[in-house]
């Protein structure tokens, strides 16, 4: 399991929460004194953010879980999406005073990306002032998260009904609607559950929540939506409501068990996404969380994984690698079939290697412990792999045939800024080079490569570059300077046509004069269509025009040679040396002489498809944007936004932004809230009437949403700073490539040599 989320919503706070509840801290820890469990590199102390993902195995009643804690970041993504390849479900964390934000949409397809089916929502931070669990549960729909949020709790903010008359924000209980009963949470956190009644007459005179609380005249009615929104996936609940009398308590004695039952098949098959809430900083709603996690997300039977008995082979997925001073090379796998033994040899079928384990490990964040075995379903760590990397897949040595396909791999994403590498002397130069390779390694998203002599690393951002190269400096003890960053562009499809026989290459082999043709329909994308993130926004086909996999899972037949060659002619333009983008190429058919090793037609592709590109003359040129989200006072807000427009950027909304995408495309608008029940606002009585985000503590800041090319953003925190009197802050997420005007292209061409 997973936790998700935009950035600084609570994942770590709620990982420390959920350590300290199931007994393996005593003591919590908190994010902002950097003592969290999980955020133990020291940049992530410094900082407050989590870097990389940690994973530790949590005990909770009669469940293991393996939970993996990842950054919000999006210059981390590829920590979401390894994460999101190997859970079988996610929490998910929005902070309830700001609702969905950029990257809760980010981190969503990534999980859709990856079919991770079954979700719990968790509405954090209750307890700020402005936190509205009304508008926090609407905002899933307006955002199009998901067609059917369904709330389990709705959250006490004070059992002092004048609180909410007086606009208190806070939160001092939960009512569990499905296993009917509440929540407190006492001042010191300590909390004590109390059945509610299964009838009428006892709801006037409960002890727990007086008679004028406005929340007990809700809560019948949020029991009865529940049941029938649910009812809606289940027949046999439906038809056990019909049978019911028909009085206003009847669904209070439908038993909870049941309901459960319901509600789990409908979050395996994500029919319904069940909310929760609570502020994990408090440890309020934490229980429930593990409770409900346990209860509804899938287990790895539920799954449709391979069978399992006694002597399943051994199939597990590296997904990912981390190098440590002491340990060495760690490699965290998940296993998805059989059972692991320790120094038992297993086959990288990627690489086509074997590789011993040396050792097992459980990993309790940066704490380790030696175990014999890894079980089916678990989460850990191998010592001793050399050859293996991110995405990969383990097997056993001589096992049958069927077992060596290669799992769904995993895609870095598109990396969009990038930074010279200068060795402090020559003889630096060798460990530099030994040290970016093995970074490269540990994060796949890191790619390294040399453009006339110059070594340049890209990135997923600035923030990621700095890390990059702070752990060059600490881990390696790699000597360098570093150079301007710029960032990465890419070129686009040229007009030219192409020539009849561009199809044909002639080369020698073994003395004889070959022939290899490869016919590829090579056009530029249409505008509307995404390209696809493991081609860099291209769209490959094969020849039945099915999208080809990453060159490296399809292992030695024909066509695996054929995509190595694209993709590494796609790799570099010869117009410019930029890697190309937004392309539709698809393989239409290709020959080959008898005798000729296939192997030769990785070459034969390049050649030819370079050969199509170079004749095409140069094409657009495109740069990536960033969706910017600034939060400025009031009277610095005119000089924010011309700052914007005079660095290229367009500013999509001044009051909330929620309407727009992070890609800058419009929505459609919401989901209807047909089905759903959303709670009257006065639940959160701090939340104000208006949308998240746009009330309580934020009233006196106003927040600009804009779009604008990162290449005029990199050094934004110094400029916001100065045009904000210190007082702005702003958060960033990629938002694409898009094509520049033709000043700009010149612009861009003279900045990379080429004009
Ligand atoms: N008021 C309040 N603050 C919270 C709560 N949970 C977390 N915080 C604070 O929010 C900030 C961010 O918390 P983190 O746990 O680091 O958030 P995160 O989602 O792990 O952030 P990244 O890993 O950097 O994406 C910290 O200052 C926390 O103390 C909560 O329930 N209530
Ligand atoms: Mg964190």
Redesign the pocket.
């Known amino acids: 399991m997973a936790l998700v989320?935009?950035?600084?919503?609570?994942?770590?706070?709620?990982?420390?929460s959920i350590l300290l509840k199931s007994s393996y801290l005593t003591t919590r820890g908190?994010?902002?004194t950097g003592s969290?469990t999980t955020?133990f590199l020291p940049a992530e102390r410094e900082r407050?953010?989590?870097i990389q993902s940690a994973s530790i195995p949590v005990k909770w009643k009669n469940w293991t879980f393996n939970l993996i804690?990842?950054?919000?970041?999006a210059d981390f993504g590829m920590e979401v999406e390894s994460a999101s390849r190997v859970v079988d479900g996610a929490v998910v964390?929005i902070d309830s005073v700001e609702g969905v934000e950029a990257q809760t949409k980010g981190v969503w397809r990534q999980l859709d990306r990856y079919g991770v089916a079954t979700r719990i929502m968790f509405l954090?931070?209750?307890?700020?002032p402005g936190a509205s669990f009304c508008a926090s549960l609407a905002s899933l729909l307006s955002h199009r998260l998901h067609p059917r949020p369904m709330a389990l709790v709705l959250p006490i903010a004070s059992f002092d009904p004048q609180h909410y008359a007086q606009a208190e924000p806070g939160i001092q209980g939960l009512v569990d609607l499905v296993k009917w009963e509440v929540w407190k949470w006492d001042e010191q956190g300590t909390a004590s559950r109390h059945p509610l009644p299964r009838d009428d007459e006892a709801f006037s005179s409960l002890d727990i929540i007086s008679a004028s609380h406005p929340i007990l005249p809700l809560l019948i009615p949020a029991r009865t939506q529940l049941l029938e929104n649910l009812s809606m996936f289940s027949e046999e609940l439906m038809e056990e409501l019909l049978s019911l009398p028909s009085s206003p308590t009847a669904y209070l004695n439908v038993d909870s068990s049941n309901v459960i039952r319901h509600l789990r098949q409908a979050t395996i098959k994500n029919e319904i996404l069940p909310v929760l809430g609570?502020?994990?900083?408090?440890n309020i709603g934490t229980d429930l969380v593990m409770d409900y996690v346990g209860e509804l997300l899938a287990s790895p039977l539920d799954v449709a994984h391979d069978p399992q008995g006694p002597n399943s082979p051994v199939r597990l997925l590296a997904w990912k690698v981390a190098w440590d001073k002491k340990r060495g090379w760690m490699t965290f796998v998940r296993v998805y079939s059989g059972k692991l033994t320790r120094h038992s040899v297993v086959f990288n079928t990627i690489r086509n290697q074997r590789e011993r384990v040396s050792k097992l490990l459980l990993l309790y964040a940066s704490e380790a412990e030696e175990v014999d075995e890894l079980a089916f379903g678990s989460v850990g760590v191998i010592l001793g792999l050399k050859y293996t990397r991110t995405g990969d897949t383990l097997v056993s040595t001589g096992g049958p045939a069927s077992a060596r396909t290669v799992l769904r791999e995993i895609t870095p994403p598109a990396p969009v800024i990038a930074a010279s590498i200068v060795p402090q002397s020559h003889s630096d130069l060798e460990p530099v080079q030994e040290a970016l390779e093995a970074l490269a390694r540990t994060d796949p998203s890191v790619r390294v490569d040399v453009q006339e002599g110059q070594i340049l690393v890209h990135g997923m951002g600035a923030l990621h570059l700095e890390i990059v190269e702070g752990r060059l400096r600490d881990e390696w003890n790699a000597r360098f300077e570093v150079g301007r960053r710029r960032v990465s562009y890419r070129e686009g499809l040229g007009p030219g046509a192409p020539d009849p026989n561009s199809h044909i290459w002639q080369t020698d082999a073994g003395g004889k004069q070959v022939e290899i043709s490869v016919t590829l329909d090579i056009r530029p994308l249409d505008h509307a269509k995404k390209g696809d993130p493991i081609w860099d926004g291209n769209v490959v086909l094969d020849e039945n025009g099915h999208p080809f996999p990453a060159p490296d899972t399809m292992a030695g037949t024909p066509q695996s040679y054929i995509a190595h060659g694209i993709s590494s002619a796609l790799s570099n333009s010869p117009n410019s040396s930029l890697a190309m983008s937004h392309l539709h190429i698809q393989l239409k058919q290709f020959s080959i002489p008898p005798g000729v090793a296939a192997s030769m037609l990785t070459g034969a592709t390049a050649v030819i498809m370079r050969n199509r590109i170079r004749d095409a003359g140069i094409g657009p040129i495109m740069e990536p944007y960033v969706h910017l989200k600034i939060s400025v006072t009031e009277d610095s807000l005119g000089k924010v936004v011309k700052d914007l427009t005079e660095h290229g950027g367009e500013v999509l909304d001044l009051s909330t932004g929620s309407t727009i995408e992070a890609d800058g495309t419009e929505e459609i608008g919401g989901y209807p809230d047909e089905g759903v029940y959303i709670p009257p606002s006065i639940l959160s009585p701090s939340g104000g009437a208006g949308s998240p985000g746009s009330s309580g503590a934020l009233r006196l800041r106003r927040s600009v949403h804009a779009l604008a090319p990162l290449s005029k953003m990199l050094d934004y925190s110094n400029r916001l700073r100065a045009l904000s009197g210190g007082h702005g802050v702003f958060e960033t997420t990629n938002a694409g490539f898009r094509e520049v005007s033709d000043a700009r292209k010149l612009e861009i061409l003279k900045e990379i040599g080429r004009a």
């Open positions: 989320a935009h950035i600084d919503s609570g994942k770590t706070t709620l990982t420390e908190t994010v902002d969290t955020d407050g953010i989590t804690d990842t950054p919000g970041h964390l954090n931070k209750l307890d700020r609570g502020s994990a900083m408090k």
